[in-house]
């Protein structure tokens, strides 16, 4: 007689609702080139890529690229800029001026960001996603330690322009710390 039950792991699985598959057919070149990266350790795999990749996407608003190398996010023009042709331009700009072109700089970025995220930078609970943005423009590595602002990997080199944009677009007093990247201000209170 035969047995028409059938056995537990002959059963269909049920798949979750949010995870769908999807596939997708990459020319040899493309392939090559995340086979590569796979191969040299710059990534783990190619879905931890593709998820990276939407990630940044999402931040970065891409969908909103006008020209290659350049889009708009919100009311914001932004480029990849060579970092060591953006530092000869502010070793242009006298020292006396640092602050002051950082507090410009700092209120401009206030602006993109309330208009970007729609966050206000002055509230301390909303600084993990204004870092977080910043980091994805490729201002550096933003971190907040107790009472101290670091940043790691600053795309200008200039403390005093830093401490002019960090203090305009927090709303808060920065003693500055360590004047060499990794930069550290002391945050000295909260406007």
């Excluded at 056995?7 to 699985?13: I, K």
């Excluded at 949010?18 to 080139?33: G, N, Q, W, Y």
């Excluded at 796979?38 to 608003?61: A, H, Q, V």
């Excluded at 330690?145 to 005093?160: N, S």
């Amino acid at each position: 007689m035969l047995d028409n039950r059938r056995n537990s792991s002959d059963a269909p699985r049920e798949r979750s609702v949010e995870a769908k598959r999807t596939t997708i057919i990459l020319e040899k070149v493309e392939r090559d080139f995340i086979e590569s990266l796979i191969k040299e350790g710059k990534e783990p795999g190619i879905k931890p890529l593709i998820s990276k990749m939407l990630d940044i996407y999402k931040s970065m608003m891409i969908y909103d690229w006008h020209f290659p190398g350049e889009y708009y996010c919100g009311i914001s023009r932004t480029a990849f800029v060579n970092v060591e042709l953006l530092n000869i331009l502010t070793q242009q700009i006298p020292k006396e001026k640092w602050p002051e072109v950082g507090e410009k700089m700092g209120d401009a970025l206030k602006v993109s960001i309330q208009s970007t995220i729609a966050v206000d930078a002055s509230k301390q609970e909303n600084w993990e996603a204004i870092f977080k943005r910043l980091k994805v423009q490729g201002f550096g590595d933003f971190y907040l330690k107790d009472k101290f602002l670091l940043l790691k990997t600053p795309f200008i080199h200039d403390c005093e322009i830093w401490k002019g944009i960090m203090e305009r677009l927090l709303s808060v007093k920065l003693e500055t710390r360590n004047s060499v990247p990794p930069l550290v201000f002391e945050i000295k209170n909260l406007s």
